[in-house]
C-alpha cells in the first residue's frame, strides 16, 4: 500500500486535531510517518544474562533505543517472517521465529513501549503491580529491572489474556511473580495501601498505534476519546488506591491524545493529591502543560511523549506520580471485609508425599545448590509452588503464584513428581544437574521443538534441553534416546 493510500485510510477528524495541535508542517511529518511500516523492536531479557552479552549473539542489525539500555530497533528486512533457522543463514531468520526467543533471551516489544518500565523504575526489593499486564512485554521487563529481588503481581481482567501472560512471564524466566485475574476494583479492596510501585498501562484511542493496528484505526472516533478518558479517570483512582504512601504510580498510554494524557493526568492530580515527578528518559519529548484541558499545568512537562516521526516505535505517553508521604489517595482505602472463606489461600500446604516425591526429583534433576533454594512452599490442584508467603492471596483470583515446580501424582505404590516447564525455564545457569545443549542449526533442535525423540547419550535421566547455553525444556534420557517433554503448545512442527 503506497504511502497516499495509507493517509487516506486516516480519519479526517483526527487529521484536523493533530493540525491544531501541532501545526500543519509537524502534522504533516507524523502523518507521513504513520505511513511508514511499524519499527521492529526487542527487548533483551537481562535475566538470561547481561544485554551487551546477549546483543553480541544476535545475528541482526540492531540499533540502541535511547530511553531503555536493553531495548533495540531491528533491521526493516526483517518485518515479515522468515524462513526457520534451519533452512537459512541466521541473519535471514526472523526474531519471532528465532530459537533465541523460545528461550526468553529477548521479548519482542514496541521500542516506544520499553519506556513505561523505565520510568516506573523498580528498586531492589520493592513489591511492584501491572494492573493491566497483558500480554506481558511490561510485567517481564519490571521483572528483568527486579533482577529476581521483590515482588510482582501482574494482573489482567480478561482470562484469555491473563493465560497468555503466564506463558510470557514463564518463557522469560520470571520466579517472583503472581498472575491475577481479577479487577482493579478488586485489588483495591484486597490490597489497599500495599504496593511500592503501581503501573496503569490504560486501555485507549490507540491512536499511537494506527500504523501497527488495523483495528485501533477502524474504531477510532472524537467520540471514543472522550469515553477512554472517563474510563481513564476512575481506572487512575483504582490504581491510587494500591500505592502505599510514598510510593509510586505510573500511567501510560499508546495514544496521542491529550484528553487521555495531560489532560487525564491534570484531572487525576486534582482529585488524589498525588504529585508528577519529573522524568528524565533520554530522545523523549516533554509533556505539554497547555494540553490539560484547562488552566496550564507546568509540572505536565515532566511527563514525556514519544512520537511516531521523532523516536523509534510508536506513540506512547508516560507520567510517572508520588503518593504524598503519609497522603490518603482519593476514594476508600479501607481493606475489604473478607469471609472466612476468602481468607484462606488457593494454595494449600504441600503434603509429605509430595515434598518426598519433590526431593527425590531435585536429587536427580538439579544441581544441589538450586534444589536447596527451591523447596516448595505450597500446592496448586496438582502443581508444587515456590513463592513467598507475605503476599495474602484470600479472595483474590489467581493463576500462578511464584515458579511452578512439579506436578504431584500419588500412585498406588509411591508418589512421584515430574518437572514443570516453568522450572526448566526459570532454573538459572547451572541449576540443571544435566543438560543437552545444542547450536541452532543441529537438526536435533528442530526435532526436539516438534515432539521427537533426539540422539543424546548420557545418563539417564531428566535433562534440560539448551540451545547456546539458554533453556528450552526438558528432556528425559533412557539409553541414547532423549525423549521430548516439550508441552505441546509450544510444539513447532519440523
Known amino acids: 500500500m503506497s504511502s497516499d493510500e495509507n493517509l487516506a485510510e486516516l480519519p479526517a477528524a483526527f487529521m484536523r486535531r493533530l493540525r491544531a495541535l501541532l501545526g500543519e508542517q509537524e502534522a504533516r511529518e507524523l502523518f507521513a510517518a504513520l505511513s511508514l511500516p511499524p519499527t521492529v523492536g526487542l527487548r533483551l531479557n537481562t535475566l538470561r544474562g547481561a544485554a551487551t552479552e546477549l546483543a553480541a549473539r544476535l545475528p541482526w542489525e540492531l540499533s540502541r533505543v535511547p530511553w531503555c539500555p536493553s531495548a533495540f530497533t531491528v533491521g526493516a528486512a526483517l518485518l515479515a517472517d522468515g524462513p526457520a533457522v534451519s533452512d537459512a543463514p541466521p541473519s535471514a531468520v526472523t526474531p519471532g521465529r528465532h530459537h533465541y526467543q523460545l528461550a526468553g533471551a529477548y521479548y519482542l516489544q514496541d521500542p516506544a513501549a520499553t519506556a513505561v518500565a523505565e520510568a516506573l523504575a523498580p528498586a531492589a526489593g520493592d513489591l511492584v503491580l501491572d494492573l493491566a499486564a497483558a500480554p506481558g512485554g511490561k510485567s517481564t521487563h519490571l521483572a528483568a529491572l527486579l533482577a529476581g529481588t521483590g515482588w510482582l503481581v501482574a494482573n489482567d481482567v480478561h482470562p484469555q489474556r491473563a493465560l497468555a ?154 507520567a510517572l506520580l508520588r503518593r504524598p508521604p503519609g497522603g490518603t489517595a482519593a476514594g476508600d482505602a479501607r481493606p475489604a471485609r473478607q469471609s472466612a472463606k476468602s481468607k484462606k489461600s488457593a494454595a494449600t500446604a504441600p503434603p509429605r508425599p509430595a515434598l518426598t516425591a519433590w526431593h527425590e526429583l531435585a ?90 525423540d533426539v540422539e543424546g547419550p548420557g545418563a539417564p535421566g531428566y535433562l534440560r534441553v539448551e540451545v547456546d547455553g539458554l533453556p528450552l525444556g526438558w528432556g528425559k534420557r533412557s539409553g541414547t534416546r532423549v525423549r521430548s517433554l516439550l508441552p505441546k503448545g509450544l510444539r513447532r512442527p519440523g
Not at 495531560?262 to 508528577?276: H, M, T, Y
Not at 500412585?411 to 522450572?423: D, N, Q, T
Open 165 to 318: 501472560l503466564v506463558s510470557n512471564l514463564e518463557r522469560c524466566g520470571v520466579r517472583n511473580a503472581t498472575v491475577t485475574n481479577e479487577t482493579p476494583e478488586r485489588l483495591a479492596q484486597v490490597w489497599p495501601e500495599r504496593f511500592d510501585r503501581v503501573l496503569l498501562d490504560a486501555p485507549c484511542s490507540g491512536e499511537g498505534m494506527f500504523r501497527k493496528s488495523g483495528d485501533a484505526l477502524k474504531m477510532w472516533s472524537e467520540q471514543n476519546v472522550q469515553l477512554c478518558a472517563a474510563r481513564q479517570d476512575a481506572l487512575l483512582l483504582q490504581a491510587a488506591r494500591l500505592v502505599k504512601p510514598g510510593g509510586y504510580l505510573a500511567y501510560s498510554t499508546c495514544t496521542l491524545a491529550p484528553e487521555e494524557n495531560e489532560g487525564s493526568v491534570a484531572r487525576f492530580v486534582a482529585a488524589s493529591g498525588f504529585q508528577i515527578v519529573p522524568l528524565q528518559l533520554a530522545g523523549t519529548d516533554p509533556g505539554r502543560p497547555d494540553w490539560s484541558g484547562g488552566a496550564p499545568l507546568p509540572e505536565l512537562s515532566g511527563t514525556a511523549r514519544i512520537w511516531p516521526h521523532r523516536g523509534p516505535g510508536e506513540g506512547h505517553f508516560v
Open 363 to 452: 536429587s536427580e534433576a538439579l544441581a544441589p545448590g538450586a534444589a536447596a533454594a527451591l523447596a516448595p512452599t505450597g500446592l496448586q490442584g496438582e502443581w508444587l509452588l515456590r513463592a513467598q508467603d507475605s503476599l495474602p492471596l484470600g479472595g483474590i483470583r489467581w493463576l500462578r503464584h511464584g515458579l511452578q515446580l512439579g506436578r504431584f501424582a500419588q500412585g498406588a505404590k509411591a508418589a512421584r513428581v515430574e518437572p514443570a516447564h516453568a522450572l526448566a525455564m526459570g532454573l538459572p545457569p547451572g541449576g540443571a544437574a544435566r543438560r543437552l545443549d545444542l547450536r541452532p542449526h543441529d537438526p536435533r533442535l528442530a526435532g526436539y521443538l516438534a515432539g521427537a
